[in-house]
C-alpha cells in the first residue's frame, strides 16, 4: 500500500501555491494603502497651498483695495486699481503665483469681500460684493478661494460628486 507521501513529485515543497495566493490577496489592499497615504498627503499639500495663497491675495487686496479709482497724483501707492474688476485681477495674478503646482485658479473661484470689522462675511458666494463703499480704513477684507480637488483614489471609488473633494480658504486683513 502507497501512502500520500510516495505521490508528491521529487524535490516539490508542500504549500509553495499558498504564499503567491497570499501575496496575491494581500497585495491589492497594501498598494490601495500606500496611494491612499500618498493622496493624504497631496490633499493636505494642496489645502495648504490654497490657504497661502487666499493669505496673499488678502495681504494684496487690504494694500490696494483703498486705491481703487486713484490716478495721476492721487496714486502715491505702488499699484492703483483703476477699479474693483482691476483689483480682482491683482488679486487672481497673486493668487496663481502661490499655486503654480496646482494649476490656474480661475477668476470665477476667488471672491472679494469688503466690510466693517467684526461683522461676518456672506455665507452664500452671489452676496460677494468686491469691495464698494467698504473700502476705507478701518475695514476689513476679505478674500475666499474655492478649488476642486481630484484625489487619485477617487477615481476608483468614485466618492463626493464624481471623485472630487472642494476645498475652501478664506483670510480676512486689515484694510490699510
Request: proline letters at 5%; charged letters at 10%; a neutral charge.
Amino acid at each position: 500500500m502507497t501512502g500520500p507521501s510516495s505521490r508528491r513529485v521529487a524535490g516539490a515543497r508542500e504549500g509553495t501555491g499558498q504564499g503567491l495566493v497570499e501575496f496575491a490577496l494581500v497585495l491589492p489592499v497594501f498598494l490601495l494603502i500606500v496611494l491612499a497615504l500618498f493622496d493624504t498627503g497631496k490633499g493636505v499639500f494642496t489645502y495648504n497651498s490654497i490657504g497661502q495663497a487666499a493669505r496673499e491675495g488678502a495681504r494684496l487686496a487690504s494694500v490696494e483695495v483703498s486705491w481703487i479709482g486713484a490716478s495721476g497724483a492721487n496714486c502715491t501707492a505702488p499699484v492703483c486699481p483703476p477699479d474693483t474688476a482691476g483689483l480682482r485681477s491683482d488679486v487672481v495674478t497673486a493668487l496663481n503665483r502661490m499655486t503654480v503646482g496646482l494649476g490656474a485658479i480661475p477668476s470665477a473661484n476667488v471672491f472679494i469681500h469688503c466690510h466693517a470689522a467684526g461683522t461676518d462675511t456672506p455665507a452664500s458666494t452671489g452676496s460677494w460684493n468686491g469691495c464698494g463703499s467698504a473700502n476705507t480704513l478701518g475695514n476689513v477684507v476679505t478674500v475666499r478661494v474655492d478649488y476642486t480637488y481630484q484625489p487619485i483614489i477617487g477615481v476608483f471609488f468614485r466618492w463626493a460628486t464624481a471623485g472630487t473633494m472642494a476645498l475652501t480658504a478664506d483670510t480676512t486683513m486689515a484694510i490699510n
